[in-house]
């Protein structure tokens, strides 16, 4: 089935670029995602890439995918102590309708910022 | 304000007793999701449905029962029979169109004493 890894940690200095890696394996996947999660909450979307493009950039955040590779990042310029979280990638299942909707997530990668 | 929400935020249950999460949203949306999360294991689909009055299981069903009679409503309960039921629940909805994004709710904590 579908597998989405992330590593679990990553500690970054305040003013600094955090870089989030993913590898997903469905090669079928049509949309990628990033989500963020703050203590105790549920998970915000971020932003989404469509399978068929390289690069998306929205504000402070860059996601480059790599299809080939089947490797996702997102890139966080000028991260603030806010920024701390779990940042979870998510894959969604491609065509033939036994996938219709459902997105598969990595472990989450825990973000912490420090001054 | 279009959203979803979740009821009770913490929710503490004797062993042996069924409880029941409730997730409502008013997005309109068809599809309607339950996530559970433990430390350390990312999101785990226990049941989704794409419409009313139809569900299906995810990688996690044993254990948990579900209903869709509305659109705006998608309970789970939390029966006896699951073994480990402390975690946080979480519940989404999408448009229902084919890989259409998911929108989370605020999540249930529930703890089994």
């Known amino acids: 089935g579908e597998d989405v890894e992330q590593s679990l940690f990553l500690s970054v200095r305040e003013g600094d670029s955090s870089v989030i890696n993913c590898t997903y394996t469905?090669?079928?996947?049509?949309?990628l995602y990033w989500y963020k999660q703050e203590p105790g909450a549920g998970l915000q979307l971020l932003t989404y890439?469509?399978?068929?493009?390289d690069m998306k950039q929205d504000q402070r955040l860059t996601v480059l995918l790599n299809k080939k590779d089947k490797h996702l990042s997102l890139r966080i310029a000028d991260t603030q102590t806010g920024d701390s979280a779990i940042y979870f990638c998510?894959?969604?299942?491609?065509?033939?309708?036994?996938?219709?909707?459902?997105?598969?997530f990595g472990q989450g990668t825990i973000l912490t910022v420090h001054p | 304000d279009g959203g979803i929400t979740q009821s009770p935020k913490y929710l503490f249950r004797k062993e042996g007793q069924n409880v029941t999460l409730s997730c409502e949203q008013n997005?309109?949306?068809?599809?309607m999701y339950w996530y559970r999360q433990d430390p350390g294991q990312g999101l785990r689909l226990i049941y989704y449905?794409?419409?009313?009055?139809?569900?299906q299981k995810g990688d996690i069903a044993e254990g948990y029962s579900v209903s869709r009679e509305k659109k705006e409503s998608f309970p789970l309960t939390v029966t006896s029979a699951q073994k480990n039921p402390t975690a946080f629940y979480l519940c989404?909805?999408?448009?229902?169109?084919?890989?259409?994004?998911?929108?989370f709710g605020p999540g249930t904590r529930l703890t089994v004493l």
């Open positions: 469905d090669s079928s996947s049509t949309y």
């Open positions: 997005l309109n949306h068809d599809a």
């Open positions: 998510a894959e969604s299942g491609g065509a033939g309708g036994t996938s219709y909707g459902k997105l598969t």
């Open positions: 989404a909805s999408s448009s229902g169109r084919w890989s259409d994004t998911q929108y």
């Open positions: 449905s794409q419409i009313v009055n139809d569900f």
């Open positions: 890439i469509f399978s068929n493009m």
